[in-house]
Nanobody, 120 residues
Framework: QVQLLESGGGLVQTGGSLRLSCVAS????????MGWYRQTPGRQRELVAA???????TYADSVKSRFTISRDIAKKSAYLQMDSLKPEDAGTYYC??????????????WGQGTQVTVSS
């Protein structure tokens, strides 16, 4: 079993910054990819940023040049540095990880979500 623990959400003013963290624990053999998704009421969960095992990253167009995803393989962690925040960045941010366990099967896991609120 794998658990993802997120932290770092909160309330920030427009133009401010937040840094989200996600740590994987449990039976983690390797992590193929980690990413951050955002969900707002009435809308589907959408990809914000992701980093794959080789280090390549991808971003939603709306956050390019403002958000930076990074990872620490040894710590089984991923981070999302969010700068120049806008009210439309607000929502519940979920960490996602594609994890290979000791049985060499890859499975998808989600964290419990962390709230980001941006005041105008």
């Amino acid at each position: 079993q794998v658990q993802l623990l997120e932290s770092g959400g909160g309330l920030v003013q427009t133009g401010g910054s937040l840094r989200l963290s996600c740590v994987a624990s449990g039976t983690v053999f390797s992590i193929n990819a980690m990413g951050w998704y955002r969900q707002t009421p009435g809308r589907q969960r959408e990809l914000v940023a992701a980093v794959i095992r080789g280090g390549s990253t991808t971003y939603a167009d709306s956050v390019k040049s403002r958000f930076t995803i990074s990872r620490d393989i040894a710590k089984k962690s991923a981070y999302l540095q969010m700068d120049s925040l806008k009210p439309e960045d607000a929502g519940t941010y979920y960490c996602n990880a594609d994890v290979m366990s000791a049985d060499f099967e890859s499975r998808d896991y989600w964290g419990q979500g962390t709230q980001v609120t941006v005041s105008s």
